[in-house]
């Protein structure tokens, strides 16, 4: 078999050909073979948690549009991405995108920023993404939606979209090299990471005056919050000892329950990292970029660059840390969790199971279901350690046409408490509202993870579904995105 040549979801056709391909696999995800829709579904029973009432086991999870107008507020297009998340159905909205918590922290320039001049309009988005749900599901009852904090740390893009200006907590001798920083380029210092506690705080006693039921104080993805957990190497009281490496998280939980005491807190959290990956230089072209494979670390071990991995072998998940991390937040008074893997940055097949790649990646070094089967996996060992807590689960646009009964088969087992979808909303934001309603499919909306939503940000450009989301047809990006990937022989 050539690489990348993995069967097409699309083309299994039924639950029973879907499991047969399982089966063929060796993964036992579970799958139900018909649809229940609402109210008797397990989908649509309301999930209790930190004395919320959540409506219904769908999630939309985080995602921004790289879209927002200079200063911070959001843009047309933003407004309407939200208000899509609305329309989905699902009754948790998880953070809307990640929002920096300063600009410097922006990942790019055209990052949401919450602040005096932006707070009336992120109010009025919020607002309307709750009443365009009213309108399409008959009633708000049941709808949580928080808002993301971040601040990008590595990968952070503030004033321009091809400037790099990193701050960083420690040398990643593979990341560094990658992201070519210089031997000498500066650690944030201690006083540099105490002066972002405010700024947390503040923000999150903004989202709570606007409207917003939770804050995540976000841990994933390669980020700041997610850096420290793995700045091992680091020293002084940041860096080292697990305690050091979430006392950052637990002086802004500290300072958020001070400041905003009703605001509810959640944690996103990439559960496991492992090493970076990169296009296999053995099987790349000038023509053609190679399957995924992992950066050297042989010379590394034990490695300790990362976040719920084995140092003795970064290839594989060690949750131990992960599991600390999470009862540490667990006794900080966080009771929800949303759970990812990786980076996209650098291990985009952990965190964005797909079969074709974006612009800065390489074709998956694994059938995709064996990156959604890692992600249901990690949640349900989470979920059955953490049983008091509540998770929300990952990775499953991948599963397309099976993704209703792969979520509803999850959560009725237990596996997880509501299933978050990503990119699948960006392509057909109504698929939670169709499937608890009843209804059949739409299959031509159905998001064939294309990757455009990030090869354009990677560029630049506004994020967005071109292939599918009518609303960018022709649009001077798609022109862009569909020349990227030409060049870089993508399509
Ligand atoms: C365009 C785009 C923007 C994203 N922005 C964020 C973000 O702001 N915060 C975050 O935690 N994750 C972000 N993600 C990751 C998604 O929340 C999600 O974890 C990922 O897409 C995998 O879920 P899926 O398989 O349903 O797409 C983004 C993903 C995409 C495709
Ligand atoms: S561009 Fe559209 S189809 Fe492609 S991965 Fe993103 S949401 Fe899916």
């Known amino acids: 078999m050539k690489f990348g040549d993995f069967v097409k979801i699309k083309s299994l056709g039924t639950p029973a050909g879907f499991k047969e391909n399982l089966q063929r696999l060796g993964l036992a995800m579970p799958c ?13 029973q309301p999930l209790e948690i930190d004395g919320l009432t959540i409506g219904n086991r769908y999630t939309v999870h985080p995602m921004e549009g790289w879209d927002a107008e200079a200063d911070g507020r959001p843009s047309e297009n933003t407004q309407r991405r939200w208000k899509n998340f609305g329309r989905s159905g699902a009754k948790l909205i998880w953070g809307g995108e990640a929002v920096a918590v300063r600009p410097d922290g922006r990942a790019n320039p055209n990052q949401l920023l919450l602040n005096e001049h932006t707070e009336s309009a992120i109010a009025a988005m919020r607002e309307a993404l709750v009443a365009e749900h009213s309108a399409a599901t008959g009633s708000d009852d049941g709808l949580v939606v928080g808002l993301q904090l971040t601040h990008s740390g590595r990968f952070c893009k503030p004033n321009d ?30 006083g540099d990471i105490r002066a972002l506690f405010d700024c947390y705080v503040q923000n999150a006693k903004r989202a709570a005056k606007l409207g917003f039921q939770f804050v995540d104080v976000k841990a994933c993805h390669g980020y700041l919050g997610h850096e420290f957990l793995s700045a091992k190497t680091r020293e002084g009281e940041f860096g080292g000892s697990l305690e050091n490496r979430t006392r950052f998280l637990r002086e802004i939980v500290a300072g958020i329950k001070a400041e905003a005491p009703g605001l509810k807190l959640g944690m996103r959290l990439s559960a496991a990292d492992l090493v970076p990956f990169r296009p296999d230089p053995a099987l790349t072209t000038a023509d053609a970029m190679g399957p995924g494979a992992p950066e050297e670390f042989a010379g590394l071990l034990p490695y300790r660059y990362g976040f719920g991995l084995k140092e003795s072998d970064p290839l594989a998940m060690d949750l131990s840390e992960t599991k600390a991390v999470i009862a540490i937040a667990r006794d900080l008074g966080i009771k929800l969790f949303n759970i990812t893997l990786g980076s996209p940055y650098y291990n985009p097949h952990l965190t964005r199971p797909a079969l074709y790649p974006p612009s800065d990646g390489y074709h998956p070094p694994e059938d995709p279901l064996i990156g959604v089967m890692r992600h249901l996996s990690v949640v349900r060992e989470l979920k059955q350690a953490f049983p008091e807590l509540a998770f929300v689960g990952s990775g499953y646009t991948y599963l397309q046409e ?60 506004v994020s967005g579904c071109y292939p599918l989301d009518g609303h960018y047809k022709k649009s001077a990006e798609m022109v862009k995105v569909t020349a990227i990937k030409k060049a870089v022989k993508l399509s």
């Open 32 to 44: 139900d073979d018909t649809l229940e829709a609402a109210p008797v579904s397990p989908m649509a």
């Open 161 to 190: 979209h091809h400037k790099q200006e990193p701050m960083i907590l420690y040398r990643h001798p593979i990341l560094d090299r990658k992201f070519k920083l210089a031997a000498d380029y500066p650690l944030m210092s201690d």
């Open 402 to 461: 099976f993704l209703p009964y792969v979520a509803q088969a999850a959560v009725r087992a237990g596996w997880v408490d509501s299933v978050g979808l990503g990119r699948m909303v960006l392509a057909y934001p109504e698929l939670p509202a169709d499937v608890l309603g009843g209804k059949a499919l739409q299959r031509k909306r159905l998001c064939r993870t294309f990757s455009d939503c990030t090869t354009a940000p990677r560029h630049g450009l």
